[in-house]
Every structure is written in C-alpha cells, then in structure tokens.
C-alpha cells in the first residue's frame, strides 16, 4: 500500500510539472506573438516614414534642381534668371544620362513644357528637338511626382540673329513608394 501512495504521489507531481511546462510554454507564445505584432506595427510605420523621407528629399531636389549647374541658364542669357532651365544644356545632359544615373537618386526627372500648349505628348530626343514638349532624363519607373514652376530657355536664331527663347515649364521629380 506504501507503494501505491508513492506511485500516486510520482503521477500527481508529473502531473503538475506538465501542467507547469505546459503552462510557461502557453505564456511564452503569448509573449512571442505579442511582440512579433508590436514589430510588425513599428515595421508599418518605418515603411511610412521612409516614404515621408523620400517625397521630402525629391522636394528639397525639385527646388534644388533648377538652380544646379547642370540644369540653369546662369550667364548664358541675356538675364541671369532663378529657377531657369537651358534645354540645351538638358538636351546634352541627356545624352549623356548613362553617366549620371545614379547621381540624383531619383527613379525620374521630367522637364515638361506647358506653354504655349502644344498638340500631345512629345518626348525630346535628338532629332525632334526643339519641336517636342517632354524633356525625360533618368527615365526609371514612374513612382509618385513632386514638382515646381521653371523657365525653360534656349537659344534660336531667326534671321541670322541669335536670341533667347524662354517658355513655361514644369520640373517634376519622381520617387518610389517603399511597399
């Protein structure tokens, strides 16, 4: 009979050691799934401020932009203008587009001239130039478009004189949403 009470006693204290096992592994999984939620949560709401980061740093360029010696008229014109572009200067810089891919870190930079309005969309190339009204350089993908009024100057001549030409444009600056 003593060793029934012993058996007894052995079964009931493994019965609690499972129950205890059982229960620390419960409380764990609570725990792991809790904090897996609360990264998940943090990790959204890095995914959002990386976009606010990126559509910040293509506004800070497309202000930027015009006013950088790749893109503007500087001395070339009769008036040194602010937030004026030399479409020749683009048009070389585009034939060049290979060497400065990565340069400004945007999927897309697109100069586009609004006025005087024209019939349709005419990308720039070589040998439709200047009768076209999209000048697209560091053409990627297309994500979302931050952009800003500029003067878009160029020098034609009529009459075998030489002057300046300047119309309206619009500088657009494209950036990827992180997804």
Known sequence: MNLDIN???NKKSQMKIQQTAFMLLGVTLFFALVGMAFVGLK???MKGEANDL????AQLLVSKLANSPEFSCGDSFYTSKSNCIDADKVMALKAQEV???G???TSNIEIRRIYPKTNGEVNCT???YPNCNII???AGRVGTYEENFVILCRKEAKNGV???KCEMAKLMVSFENVN
């Open 136 to 138: 697209a350089l560091h």
């Open 103 to 105: 340069f400004w870190g």
């Open 43 to 45: 990790l959204s709401g």
């Open 126 to 128: 070589k040998t439709n």
């Open 162 to 164: 030489s002057y300046d």
């Open 54 to 57: 990126k559509k910040q740093n």
């Open 7 to 9: 058996q007894m006693a």
């Open 99 to 101: 060497k400065y891919s």
